[in-house]
């Protein structure tokens, strides 16, 4: 129907919709084999277009986002990209266009690379199950090589190693690696991360590595009759188009010589012509010439850029007027107020940028906010009764957060994300109060005394790391006080009892995770002042009868009852706890993702936010009025995409974590890439458009995602068993049956060698792909016909999804390091495996090293692909125990001290994939001399990021706002650790189950304990 609107459309308007004459942001073209004619994408669409440039043609038009063009040699197919089912799946479509099909249907993202010889598959890259032989670690983001048939029949693996922007040749695959979860669009990183080219022989089944340029070689063609090849690299600088002879490959010669922006997308036809992007353009490039930029026109995409949105969830700083009449909200960036009688929605105001940080004057008659713009966050209020915005304050500084003062004559406020301020209404000037630390925007938390007084400030000591409570005069003569000193985390302070009482949570006396950064439980403790002194404070009183998950606090009038909230699974709980007679009661739960409580002026009802519901509550916490959001907004997409760039470039600007940008012209790299902003029709180019921006930086923990994912997307459900992949017949054939897996039942009676012949009752046919089958079934009970080789037989099980199957394989590879390290070394060693750095990865590392290896005589530490978290200190603090009492009779020794440490000798795998905190392990670890660090060098991304997730809440970003320094005064990030023990993992080898850095780990350790190598 989309498309017969368009051809209507051009039918009637022809001239005036092909205006376009300066196109931009034309990604992923590809040269067809004869050279004649490129396919591209652009605003989410696939285009052809006559390789000397004029008007292109529309290949494809759907909902989602298509790309990644590949020809076949033939010339008469294009294989494709598109997410219109939620990832990315294989689809083919004439190169004339129509008769689309799709030939991939499994979950996981899946990128076509190229066509078999004879046409008849297509050759794509995606992550499924490993043969049970291979020793690759199971990870999402390390993508094989497979084909499937043009017909969309069944899929084969056809190389079992990370491989990416692979080309097939009778002989060869060239391909370049992929060895860590990087931002694609990272420019100038050079490390042991960065991709490299490698040329796989299909006649002999051996690899080679072509190039060892230390940073990014990307993207190879096959040139020159198969005898050379074309690719990316930074070699010189930006990314440019080389060339190498397959038969001297260390001497590439340089073909392009682009400044400042990197070149994508190469392809190549079978004259030699090469094609490839650049900043937003399309070049050729003929033998021995220079490149030619590629002059295209379009007809209008007819881009959706207004969109009716309903106003339902998500929203954000919920406020009720003190008078409890009225609530205010911020959704998809703007104000929103409704009536909370009757429910009436109103818009407050309409910009494409963020409003936040709400604040009701005392009569209710304004509403005080942040508003952002292009040049930053000003504070404004909004008249309610007229429905007019004022510029309240409007200048070249960064001010957001505002909050009334008692009497309304001022406004505290935060300038420039680290300065607490009070604004004078009056004399439209402001004084400094307090200086601050900051990770993100609106991160800061203050309050005034009723009195308007004093000012209670949650703040971070400098160099302390935990939060404490201060207080500070109003009047900007005094200094931040420390009240709380605690050294333990103390936060959400509130005044009471008319400014003589302070309320705070504070986790000193709660239950906590067994890692230093988990989870931990929170008290409610008060603080009674005396007269003007607050160094002369009285006791300090816990207020909570029992320490627990604690949400949002609010204390009565009178100061006789706490409520509180305690998070309950996926529920809060209220409670409210008489303090006199300390009796507690549960009135109230509701299913929430996010809760909070407010009284009105009067504290005479209470109200809880959950979610986009608002629960009017009498003092018993009995609901007497509820209210649940919704109404409708008119979203301007274009002016919202402008909006959250502009956020982004300009918090990037303000707040990276040094200066210099890492030597990049961040002000000219933000007017170039803004330029390609008309050319965007969604979240997935904007988000890939950030991305290369931030690429820039050259720095780890950056990138931004966005999507075009339907909320119901589809889901490949698992059966937990491993497949024989060499069974081509009807049914599938079981390898292996992962342990605890849905297949994993005495009951069962299965084997390996028995087949799967059906699924609710569909014959599993040779010609059809096992995942068709299983899609949107996962935790569903389905029905499995299984030929056992007597007698076919059905059983009911449950699938699983994705993410717990990954967790199976996961279990099976870290099993089968475990035993190898225990058969090796006779069991005199243990092997542990860190995926994470977290609770639970610390948890289990403690109980396997000081349980089940307990008496061992060394341990491996494997944190090969470690994803990051918050364990490094606690996880190293273990491993550099030094005994020194023994707790001992004349015959027995009961334990050793320190008895929570391990005193023995250990080793440690590492290797490019190490990230964020596995990255700051691998340095602490040899920087200590704890032992020996074994693997491949560790790229620097010891680096603290900061996300957040942007108004319309789909586009997330992220970039680091706060570094790590060694004791030397030099930053960790992309400061590589190289291993003590350097040792690479040969493709050939991992895939006849040889794990090469595990054997050199246990050599290493069998050594120096003493015992016979291997």
């Excluded at 000193?485 to 959400?492: P, T």
């Excluded at 001992?888 to 050793?896: A, G, K």
């Excluded at 050199?1000 to 069998?1006: D, F, P, T």
């Amino acid at each position: 129907m989309k498309r017969l609107i368009i051809s209507l459309l051009i039918l009637c308007f022809g001239k005036y919709l092909f205006a376009q004459d300066s196109l931009r942001w034309l990604r992923y073209p590809s040269l067809s084999p004869d050279g004649k004619t490129i396919a591209f994408t652009y605003k989410g669409d696939l285009y052809k277009v006559a390789a000397t440039g004029g008007v292109a043609a529309r290949l494809t038009s759907s909902n989602g986002e298509e790309w990644m063009p590949v020809w076949s040699h033939d010339g008469r197919s294009i294989a494709f990209a598109s997410d219109r089912y939620g990832n990315a799946d294989i689809f083919l479509v004439d190169a004339n266009g129509g008769n689309e099909k799709q030939l991939t249907f499994h979950s996981a993202d899946e990128y076509p690379y190229d066509f078999s010889e004879d046409d008849r598959q297509v050759i794509f890259g995606g992550v499924r199950m490993d043969a049970t032989d291979s020793r690759q670690f199971p990870s999402d983001a390390q993508p094989e090589l497979y084909r499937v048939p043009v017909n969309g029949t069944r899929v084969t693996q056809l190389l079992p190693v990370p491989a990416e922007d692979a080309k097939i040749s009778p002989q060869y695959i060239i391909y370049h690696d992929k060895k860590n979860r990087e931002n694609q669009w990272r420019k100038h990183q050079v490390s042991a991360a960065a991709r490299d080219i490698w040329l796989y022989n299909r006649q002999n089944n051996s690899y080679r590595q072509l190039t060892d340029f230390p940073g990014e070689d990307r993207s190879p063609v096959f040139t020159n009759n198969g005898k050379a090849i074309c690719y990316l690299s930074e070699q010189n600088g930006s990314f440019n188009v080389y060339r190498l002879w397959l038969d001297h490959p260390a001497k590439p010669e340089q073909l392009t010589i682009f400044k400042d922006y990197p070149v994508r997308f190469l392809s190549a036809a079978g004259n030699g012509l090469l094609c490839f992007g650049f900043n937003g353009d399309i070049y050729l490039q003929s033998p021995g010439r220079a490149p030619q930029k590629v002059y295209i026109q379009i007809s209008n995409p007819l881009t959706e850029n207004i969109k009716m949105v309903p106003v339902t969830d998500h929203i954000k700083y919920g406020v009720v007027s003190p008078s409890g009449k009225e609530f205010a909200f911020i959704f998809r960036g703007d104000v929103f107020s409704a009536d909370i009688a009757h429910g009436a929605v109103r818009q407050l105001t309409h910009t494409p940028g963020e409003e936040a940080d709400l604040s009701f004057s005392p009569d209710g008659r304004q509403l005080l906010y942040a508003s952002e713009t292009s040049h930053g966050w000003q504070l404004c209020t909004m008249d309610l009764q007229q429905g007019k915005a004022t510029a309240l304050l409007a200048n070249d500084q960064e001010n957001y957060q505002p909050l009334y003062s008692p009497d309304a004559k001022e406004v505290a406020y935060i300038e420039n994300r680290v300065t607490l301020k009070i604004y004078n209404i009056a004399s439209g000037k402001s004084r400094r109060i307090a200086s601050l630390f900051s990770r993100k925007d609106h991160d800061q938390y203050f309050r005034w005394s009723p009195d308007g007084k004093y000012l209670l400030v949650q703040y971070n000591q400098p160099g302390a790391g935990n939060q404490e409570i201060g207080l500070v005069t109003a009047d900007g003569l005094g200094v931040l006080q420390n009240i709380t000193q605690s050294g333990f985390n103390d936060e959400g302070a509130q005044w009471a009892m008319n400014g003589k009482m302070m309320i705070w949570k504070s986790d000193r006396n709660g239950l906590r995770g067994f890692s230093s950064g988990s989870s931990r439980q929170h008290d409610v403790y008060a603080l009674p002042f005396s007269g003007t002194d607050f160094k002369e404070a009285e006791r300090i009183t816990r207020l909570t009868p029992s320490s627990v998950m604690l949400g949002d606090v609010l204390l009565s009038k009178s100061g006789n009852k706490l409520y509180y909230l305690v998070k309950a699974g996926a529920s809060y709980q209220l409670w409210i706890t008489d303090i006199a007679a300390k009796t507690s009661t549960m009135p109230l739960s509701v299913k929430a993702e996010d809760a909070s409580l407010q009284w009105d002026a009067a504290q005479e009802q209470l109200f809880l936010l959950a979610d986009a519901r608002l629960l009017q509550l009498d003092t018993t916490g009995q609901t007497q009025h509820s209210l649940t959001v919704k109404g409708i907004m008119k979203v301007d997409l274009a002016a919202e995409r402008q909006a959250m760039f502009s956020h982004i470039w300009r918090r990037t600007k303000e707040a990276f974590y040094t200066a210099g940008y890492h030597g990049t012209d961040w002000e000219a790299y933000g007017r170039n890439y803004e330029q390609f902003l008309p050319h965007i029709a969604n979240n997935f180019e904007l988000a890939e458009m950030i991305s290369e921006m931030l690429g820039e930086l050259n720095v780890s923990h950056s990138g931004a995602t966005g999507s075009n994912i339907p909320e119901e997307k589809e889901e490949t459900a698992s059966l937990g068993i491993c497949y024989d992949v060499s069974y081509n017949g009807a049914g599938v054939k079981i390898n292996e049956i992962l342990p605890t897996g849905p297949l994993d039942q005495e009951a069962f009676a299965l084997q390996p060698g028995m087949l799967i012949m059906a699924v609710d009752g569909e014959q599993i046919t040779a010609d059809k792909d096992l995942s068709q089958y299983l899609n949107r079934k996962a935790g569903r009970k389905i029905q499995l016909t299984i030929n056992d080789g007597h007698q076919l037989r059905d059983i009911a099980v449950t699938p699983v999804t994705p993410d717990a199957e990954s967790d199976l394989l996961y279990k099976r590879w870290v099993k089968r390091n475990r035993e190898e390290v225990m058969r090796i070394s006779n069991g005199q060693l243990g092997y542990v495996h860190l995926y994470r750095m977290n609770d639970a990865a610390y948890r289990n590392a403690y109980s396997e090293i000081m349980g089940r290896y307990a008496g061992c005589k060394g341990i491996i530490v494997d944190t090969r692909f470690n994803r990051g978290g918050d364990l490094a200190s606690d996880l190293g603090m273990m491993l550099t125990g030094t005994e020194v009492r023994r707790n001992t009779t004349d015959s027995q020794v009961e334990s050793i001290e320190p008895g929570f440490r391990w005193t023995r000798p250990s080793v440690v795998i590492a290797n490019e994939a190490n990230y964020s905190d596995g990255s700051c392990f691998a340095f602490d670890y040899q920087y200590l001399h704890m032992g020996k660090l074994v693997g491949m060098p560790v790229p620097g991304s010891c680096t603290f990021m900061t996300g957040e997730t942007l108004p319309d809440g789909n586009l997330h970003w992220s970039v680091p706002s706060l570094g790590v320094k060694s004791k030397e005064g030099y930053y960790l990030e992309n400061h590589q650790t190289a291993p003590d023990i350097r040792v690479n993992n040969l493709p050939e080898e991992i895939t006849k189950g040889k794990d090469q850095q595990l054997e050199a780990a246990i050599r290493q350790l069998m050594k120096e304990i003493g015992l016979s190598t291997l």
